[in-house]
């Protein structure tokens, strides 16, 4: 995959997706948020029906205590010729007591404790509650249904069962007793009465519960029963008087008029239904039309239990919150319609998505063409790596912009070059290397390559060489009067420079050694010529020897060089100090020529500070020590032997760390059977 259409799926990626998260959950939370709100200001509502229920029933119950202080035995024993209880004082005072209420009580009963006593007459003795025992089927039978809504309204029309009803007879009571402090009290004792006069009672208006018929009995019954389970108990109150229990006073309102009245409060702003639910689940509502849109609701959690928030998956376009009236276990609810809202929502989360997508879009049109810019400077980049692996040191890429990739381009452009620099400076070196090899094989052609025999004297030298051009030099040769010189030097140093004076060294001394036989004085000569012809850095010790024909004696000049040794046949050796300074060092100083005698079986070992400063691992020199050793030991074996072992020991005391100098050893040996001189 291109690294442009990666950078254009990351982008999406990284945009698209986090804008659907931020769409949906803003979408979600929404919901959410709203569902709450609207949660919250429906059970507030549910609440207040509650409320206010509560308070229609505390005040019915008020009023029901007022209404027991009526004369109600006055509607027992009606006087005599009747009256018009529409202009009574006892209706006045109903309609005042109940006020706004009054349409919602349908009827009282007042239920006696005993039926009224008549009073004595003239010359009667006066019958006492006590001579007269009534039970409990005379006092049911002597109950008064007194139909408000009949007698305050002042209407003989009636329903058709009331039409249908028969004039209910008012019997002749006996006069109650009087009871103190009661209207009774002022009022003359009229005895025996007559109905009153049907034009001056209501028709139905007044009725008794002994001359009612079983239906409406029954009728009565069911209602009361539905108004205790709407209302959670019955509305009755005691009537006494003085302390004497006169009766029980109780009210039967009409419960589809109170749910009205509560329904009717409850707003509809948001078309909100308010509905009830009774114990067992019928459901009520001011709208008979509202109950076809709850039918599939779940109005309540379960018949008898508490009220809750109702939000179920299969009521999604609904809020439904009920509240349970713990006295009647009726439950009042608020279910309104969100599905418009819920839309309205969507619709916004949809359009803001929209939104999103066309500002996506936008920045997609503008990051292809800066997509295609990076991928071209990439192009070019790649294309100029690959022409540089193939070798092409020279190549140069554009730089287009002042961002990361022209950095980057730059950078590479700076590295070509310097690779190619490079590369000339590793032929340059290459080439020096080249020549210091081959200054390194002439340096070696220079040397002896094979041991000479002199008389009776044999002679064999070794270079065990560094990595780098030296200064060290060894070399033997017959001179022409019959001697032989021994050269052993070593120029300070390492190089060309070195190699450069080590060999002008070889060649002059070749020159000039056999015509100049005071070895004192051509090191003197050599010193000051080495002094003014090289620079201050440069200079060489050197041991010089020359061996007479008869093998018997050697003059040598220790220029500044390791004390060489004389290995006797009687396993000792002697020490060859030096007889003088560096040639070219301090020129000047002179040079002191030195004379050692040998006889049969003695050896000379010259060598350079290289083979005793061999370090090893650790930084620690081979050492005087191991080489007289060793020269002790191998004294009486051969020179190949000899110069074998000291070269294998120097090896191994190494090891695998490279020799910083070079290593020169030479070795001459006298045969047996010379005599000494």
Not at 145 to 174: D, K, M, W, Y
Not at 436 to 443: A, G, K, N, T, V
Not at 559 to 565: D, E, K, L, V
Not at 665 to 670: A, E, H, M, T, Y
């Amino acid at each position: 995959m291109k690294l442009r259409l990666k950078l254009i799926l990351a982008f999406l990626l990284l945009s698209v997706v986090p804008l659907l998260v931020v769409v949906t959950y803003s979408y979600y939370a929404s919901q959410r948020v709203f569902r709450s709100a609207v949660e919250a200001e429906v059970s507030a509502l549910a609440e207040d029906m509650g409320r206010r229920m509560v308070s229609v029933r505390r005040d019915l119950g008020r009023q029901l205590e007022r209404l027991s202080r009526l004369p109600f035995r006055q509607f027992m024993t009606l006087p005599k010729g009747g009256f018009d209880l529409r202009k009574d004082a006892a209706v006045s005072e109903l309609r005042e007591i109940l006020g706004p209420e009054e349409h919602l009580v349908d009827s009282l009963e007042f239920i006696p404790s005993h039926p009224p006593l008549p009073q004595g007459g003239p010359g009667q003795h006066p019958v006492t509650s006590a001579s007269v025992a009534p039970s409990s089927a005379q006092a049911e039978a002597e109950r008064i249904i007194i139909h408000t809504s009949r007698l305050l309204s002042g209407s003989r029309q009636s329903g058709p069962a009331e039409r249908n009803r028969p004039e209910v007879p008012v019997p002749e009571p006996p006069s109650p007793p009087p009871v103190p402090g009661s209207q009774q009290d002022t009022q003359p004792s009229q005895g025996a009465v007559e109905p009153p006069d049907k034009g001056a009672v209501p028709g139905g208006a007044l009725e008794r519960w002994a001359q009612m018929s079983q239906k409406d009995r029954d009728l009565l019954e069911e209602q009361r029963k539905r108004l205790s389970s709407l209302l959670g108990r019955e509305l009755g109150s005691e009537i006494r008087r003085r302390g004497e229990l006169i009766g029980t006073l109780k009210a039967q309102v009409n419960p589809d008029r109170i749910l009205n009245r509560l329904f009717l409060r409850a707003r509809r702003h948001q078309n909100e239904i308010a509905f009830a639910v009774d114990a067992s689940g019928r459901v009520y509502t001011a709208d008979p039309a509202d109950q076809s849109l709850l039918a599939n609701l779940p109005l309540t959690d379960a018949q008898g239990s508490k009220g809750g928030i109702q939000n179920l998956a299969d009521m999604q376009n609904w809020i439904v919150v009920t509240r349970k009236d713990a006295e009647s276990g009726l439950s009042f609810g608020i279910a309104r319609p969100i599905r418009q809202s819920l839309e309205e929502i969507r619709r916004t989360a949809v359009r803001n998505f929209g939104y999103g997508m066309a500002v996506v879009g936008l920045a997609l049109l503008g990051i292809l063409p800066l997509s295609g810019r990076l991928t071209r400077n990439l192009t070019l980049l790649t294309r100029g790596a690959e022409q540089l692996a193939q070798g092409n040191l020279q190549v140069q890429v554009p730089v287009r912009s002042k961002d990361e990739l022209g950095q980057l381009a730059r950078t590479f452009n700076r590295m070509a070059q310097q690779l190619h620099e490079n590369q000339l400076h590793v032929l340059e070196q290459e080439r020096l290397r080249r020549e210091l090899e081959m200054c390194r094989q002439i340096q070696e052609d220079l040397l002896p390559r094979s041991s000479l025999r002199f008389g009776m004297a044999e002679v064999r030298g070794i270079s065990i060489p560094a990595r780098e051009v030296g200064g060290d030099f060894f070399n033997y040769f017959p001179l022409a009067n019959g001697d032989m010189a021994i050269l052993v030097g070593d120029v300070s140093g390492k190089g060309v420079p070195a190699a450069l004076l080590m060999a002008n060294l070889q060649a002059t001394l070749r020159a000039r050694l056999p015509v100049q036989p005071d070895l004192a004085v051509l090191a003197e000569q050599l010193d000051r010529e080495i002094a003014a012809t090289t620079p201050p850095e440069l200079f060489l010790t050197l041991f010089m020897g020359i061996l007479e024909s008869n093998g018997s004696r050697l003059r040598y000049v220790n220029a500044g060089h390791n004390p060489q040794y004389a290995l006797r046949r009687d396993d000792s050796f002697q020490r060859m100090q030096s007889t003088g300074r560096p040639l070219g060092l301090l020129p000047g100083a002179g040079y002191g020529e030195a004379r050692l005698h040998l006889a049969a079986g003695d050896s000379i070992f010259l060598y350079t500070d290289g083979l005793v400063e061999a370090e090893n691992d650790a930084g620690e020199e081979f050492g005087n020590q191991q080489l007289e050793a060793i020269l002790v030991r191998e004294r009486a074996n051969g020179l190949e032997n000899l110069i074998g072992s000291v070269e294998q020991a120097v090896r191994s005391h190494r090891g695998r760390t490279e020799a910083s100098d070079d290593a020169t050893l030479l070795v001459l040996k006298l045969v047996p059977g010379i005599n000494g001189g």
